[in-house]
């Protein structure tokens, strides 16, 4: 199912705002899969490369890359609302340590694609063909906008991309599934750019630990708006539409994909809000950066987000 949607409509994969080195104002990126493109078209030489990459930075992701491998070259990127082109040379280092974290994000769509969730590569959990067939009635996420205020659309950074009515992607058109995938997603590339930055650190490299820290932190807090994004399509269904309430709650793979995204997500949070401790002096450089992003992006979601603690508890718990 997942699958099919690809080839229909136009899917923002990731969306992520970084600082920039020559203006004063963050800079906006989204990224796309190219539709033409299959998996197949990079060399396999781009692969190895890549995979060589991440062995010696997070060999835990060596064999995701192994089954799923995305590579930069078949997608499309937006810069500020302007397209760029991209020729991503995997032997030019600095350019996969740029891409990494959005290789990991794409490669687990790709293998999320045979109706699955990653929680991380050695855990992949597949939806029953009797729970993809009840979760395919399901109705999309942009009904949501009747329990989330416009306040909160308006403040949340990816609401419009993922959960708007004009929202194209599978995070919107696949309902609470395609949400869960988009939330594998980010948990995923999060916390395998932080097991960069550990291992980083271990080498002695501070400068690149803090090149990977920067990269999670500009998507870390895709947990609070999706969080914000699950919650209200549970708590919707369970206002305005109990019978699929009924059927999420015995939706026992999607559940215990939420729960696992959510322990691993939680554990990522925390190594970020522990950096400063971890970093000492070299958190300067990192300080400025987690203000922006705390203050533009964390803060209103942490709070508005516990509008939705019951329905989200809901999600974790065992028939
Ligand atoms: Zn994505």
């Known amino acids: 199912m997942l699958l099919i949607s690809n080839c229909f409509f136009a899917q923002v994969h990731e969306q992520r705002i970084v600082e920039s080195n020559q203006l004063n104002a963050p800079v906006f990126i989204s ?23 991440c062995q010696q930075y997070a060999p835990e992701y060596v064999s995701l890359i192994q089954s799923s491998y995305s590579s930069p070259n078949n997608w499309s990127r937006t810069v500020n609302g302007v397209g760029q082109t991209i020729n991503f040379n995997p032997q030019n280092r600095e350019e996969i340590i740029k891409e990494f974290e959005t290789i990991i994000h794409e490669t687990t769509h790709h293998k999320n694609s045979f109706s699955g969730f990653l929680i991380e590569p050695s855990v992949y959990l ?93 998507t870390h807090y895709a947990y609070y708006e999706f969080n914000i994004f699950i919650g209200a399509y549970v708590q919707y269904a369970r206002l305005y539409n109990p019978e699929v309430h009924q059927q999420i709650l015995k939706l026992n793979t999607l559940k215990r994909a939420y729960s696992l995204n959510t322990q691993r997500f939680l554990n990522s949070l925390q190594i970020i809000q522990s950096a400063s401790t971890r970093l000492k002096g070299n958190y300067r450089s990192v300080k400025y950066t987690a203000d922006y992003y705390n203050k533009t992006y964390v803060d209103f979601e942490k709070e508005y987000m516990k509008n939705f603690d019951s329905d989200l508890q809901a999600l974790k718990s065992n028939p």
């Open 31 to 53: 990224v796309e899969p190219l539709a033409e493109k299959s998996e197949n078209y990079q060399t396999l030489s781009e692969k190895e490369y890549v995979i060589s990459f």
């Open 126 to 218: 597949v939806l029953s063909e009797q729970e993809r067939q009840i979760s395919n009635n399901f109705f999309n996420s942009d009904f949501i906008a009747r329990v989330v205020s416009s306040e909160a659309q308006d403040k949340i950074f990816r609401y419009k991309t993922y959960v708007s009515k004009q929202s194209g992607v599978g995070a919107n058109v696949e309902g609470i599934v395609g949400l869960m995938d988009e939330y594998s997603a980010y948990q995923n590339g999060c916390t395998a750019a932080l097991i960069a930055y550990d291992n980083a650190l271990k080498n002695k490299d501070t400068t690149l630990a803090i090149t990977f820290l920067k990269s999670a932190m500009a």
